[in-house]
């Protein structure tokens, strides 16, 4: 996919919309992680660098289109301007704009100078931005020229502020964008053999396109975390008290018939750790996959399967990484993650991307990050990519 990048003299002297993704994680009013405010400095600084006056628009949460004061981006425009004054880039200020349409706006525009950086109100406090309300967009690019979208997270996204505003603005993909795009691509354009992905989460159903589209594509699938009993119960083993999803037993019966006839092997856990209560365990021990017994639930992936696992990563040419490997918020149902973690950084040979808040959650607490070929910033927007769906706010921004 080859995306619109700008040029200096798209965007020199002009006022720029830029959609980045700010949505990060608060703390008693604080930026508990500023990891994606920090993605976002590179495509801010490089259009100041040419000459831009900027402005930033993000959501944050969930408010359902109405004003919420806990999830007002005040929080963000300290962190942005911290993180700025660091890089000594010549934006010496963010300033925290009440609204994200209307007087209080277009006032600030008029009034902005090169050396500030106005960050706008979270624009979910408006519903016509998940309804992609073609008025409130004709709002939200009213004071500007140009649109750079760099918010690859919301990609998979049909709002105002990531598709709406291409209608009235000349649109392009900011260097985050570009860079995301270009990573997973790899992935999905002839990688380099054995591919090995590895899924885990909770949930079979949030990873079923996906699933589907790498039968045939990559050489292994390596299967974690609880979506495994889903699966298991479509082989007709007993899941005990593990986490299933019913309804979609029958879909996985039929993937897993595919996988059976093509020629990616689609590898489930030899045994798992196995507990009777994940907050208070009095059990917690090692179990083959098909001898679960009724009061265990599955938590994490077992010993042999931590070993298996990290052996297949080891010989992987390109890996792709989502989903934690068990319950790894709660010790010691942490040690799969850790160990397909620690396999993935191990592999300096191979092609990895990891994508998904807790698999990138993991490796940046243990200390892997700078190990990883890409970390993404995009959770369900990376999954769609590399499931080969359509993403709203890539199609607007393609050549």
């Not at 798209?10 to 405010?37: F, Q, S, W």
């Not at 259009?47 to 289109?65: D, M």
């Not at 349409?101 to 624009?123: F, K, M």
């Amino acid at each position: 996919m080859q995306l619109r990048e700008y040029t200096q003299d798209d965007v020199r002297g002009k006022r720029v919309l830029v959609r980045a993704d700010l949505n990060v994680p608060l703390k008693d009013g604080e930026v508990a992680d500023d990891t994606r405010i920090a993605a976002s400095l590179p495509n801010i600084i490089k259009l100041h660098e040419f000459g831009a006056l900027i402005s930033v628009i993000s959501h944050l949460g969930r408010p359902k289109g109405e004003p919420k004061p806990e999830l007002r981006m005040e929080p963000m425009a300290k962190a942005l301007e911290r993180l700025l004054k660091a890089q000594n880039c010549g934006l010496s200020a963010v300033r925290h704009v009440p609204d994200c349409i209307g007087a209080a706006v277009q006032q600030a525009v008029a009034a902005q100078s090169p050396d500030t950086v106005l960050l706008l109100e979270n624009s979910r406090f408006h519903p016509g931005e998940t309804k992609n309300d073609p008025e409130f967009a004709r709002q939200l690019a009213q004071p500007f020229e140009v649109f750079v979208n760099d918010a690859f997270g919301t990609a998979h996204r049909a709002h105002a502020s990531t598709v709406g505003v291409v209608e009235h603005l000349s649109a392009f993909a900011g260097t985050l964008m570009m860079r995301e795009v270009e990573a997973l691509s790899r992935i999905t354009e002839n990688p380099a053999r054995p591919f090995v992905v590895v899924l885990g989460g909770k949930k079979v159903s949030d990873k079923l396109p996906l699933l589907q589209n790498l039968c045939g594509r990559a050489d292994r699938v390596l299967i974690g975390g609880a979506m495994v009993f889903t699966l298991a119960r479509a082989l007709g083993l007993s899941a005990g008290k593990s986490l299933v999803e019913e309804r979609h037993i029958d879909a996985c019966r039929d993937i897993i018939a595919d996988y059976n006839e093509s020629a990616t092997k689609l590898v489930l856990p030899e045994d798992v750790t196995v507990t009777d209560d994940i907050e208070s365990p009095e059990k917690i021990a090692n179990r083959r996959l098909a001898e679960i017994e009724d009061g265990e639930m599955g938590v994490d992936i077992g010993e042999m399967t931590r070993d298996a696992f990290a052996l297949q990563l080891s010989e992987a040419a390109t890996i792709f990484w989502n989903g934690p490997m068990g319950v790894f918020e709660h010790k010691p149902f942490d040690a799969g993650t850790i160990a397909v973690a620690k396999a993935i950084a191990d592999n300096t040979e191979a092609y990895s991307v990891v994508g998904g808040g807790e698999s990138v959650e993991a490796v940046n607490k243990l200390g892997f990050a700078d190990s990883i070929s890409h970390i993404s910033t995009g959770g369900g927007a990376s999954l769609e990519f590399v499931a080969g769906m359509e993403l709203p706010g890539l199609k607007v921004l393609a050549e």
